[in-house]
């Protein structure tokens, strides 16, 4: 059994103790078990609103999480305010969906995660593991988003995003959804099929570089769901973007995510690109309070009007 680095992206699954005779590899680990997580649900977690629901975010978790546990920290944090997210956004309803467990084939052990994927140092690397876990996820993640959209009676009332392999997923999602929402936040994270997307933007520039980009990501993802909008990504690309990164971070390095926005900047999207440093969790998760501080600052500007707050 080992014990890597907790970085997908919250340990409070499992802790390894300590000393740690195997693998030693930080103040604060994740045991990847094969356990069988019997506390999670096939239900999302739910954090509903305490006035008036005016909107919905969607945020996944990144791997060897579940979405209760996100949920709990993310809204540990607090804004230099002195508010979590939730009470920044009373009107807001949280859902936070559990990825299923699957074979990890990095850790050679059953884990909750969105999809395999060979290397997070290469993210590119025998992308055919990728495909069965993004085109489950899509399929959930298309489903709740369009249920969501109904709720808050809009779909530029719902906000998607994730830390670490749930922003990976996210992104994914919102490419292929082909719908225009009310923004998306992605923390530590990146694109997967980043090279193939980024000699599409390199050859091609603006809407030119999206239809190409739809037309890739039809044949290698989307296509393979028929309730999957993937004819056209204009509106897609119209959804403001933020990506947060730290510079520090030690599982997923920060050149990853800044390729990510690179790519969708240089393919249209109207994307903002913020750096931190010294965040907790070996330096894999949001910044204290300045990150929380820049994603509500970037939801008022671009979702929310005063009389909705």
């Known amino acids: 059994m080992l014990c890597p680095k907790s970085g997908y992206p919250n340990p409070s699954v499992f802790r390894c103790p300590q000393p740690y005779s195997q693998q030693t590899l930080g103040s604060r680990l994740l045991v990847i078990t094969s356990f069988k997580f019997a506390t999670m649900s096939t239900e999302p977690h739910i954090h509903e609103p305490s006035t008036t629901h005016t909107h919905t975010i969607i945020l996944l978790h990144g791997r060897g999480s579940n979405g209760p546990d996100f949920a709990e920290e993310l809204f540990e944090g607090r804004t230099s305010g002195g508010l979590s997210l939730a009470e920044q956004f009373p009107g807001w309803r949280w859902v936070f969906p559990t990825a299923k467990a699957r074979w990890s084939t990095v850790f050679r052990e059953e884990m909750t995660e969105w999809f395999d994927i060979y290397s997070l140092h290469d993210p590119d690397a025998e992308q055919q593991l990728q495909h069965e876990g993004l085109q489950q996820a899509l399929q959930v993640i298309s489903t709740l988003v369009e249920e969501e959209a109904g709720r808050a009676k809009g779909f530029e009332k719902v906000v998607l995003g994730g830390i670490s392999q749930g922003a990976a997923t996210a992104i994914m999602a919102l490419l292929c959804g082909g719908q225009r929402l009310g923004a998306f936040v992605g923390v530590s994270g990146w694109l997967p099929f980043a090279r193939q997307m980024e000699g ?5 520039e603006g809407l030119d570089a999206a239809t190409h980009m739809a037309e890739f990501l039809r044949g290698e993802l989307c296509g393979s769901n028929t309730n999957l909008v993937s004819v056209d990504l204009s509106s897609a690309l119209a959804t403001p973007v933020f990506f947060g990164h730290g510079t520090d971070d030690q599982w997923v390095d920060v050149k990853l995510g800044k390729q990510a926005y ?4 240089r393919g ?3 994307a903002k690109w913020m750096e931190y ?3 907790e969790q070996e330096r894999h998760w949001l910044k204290e309070p300045e990150e929380f501080d820049d994603i509500v600052e970037f939801l008022r500007q671009h979702v929310v009007s005063d009389r909705e707050e």
């Open 262 to 265: 690179e790519i969708l900047h």
């Open 200 to 204: 599409i933007v390199k050859e091609h």
């Open 277 to 279: 440093k010294g965040a």
């Open 268 to 270: 249209g999207v109207d």
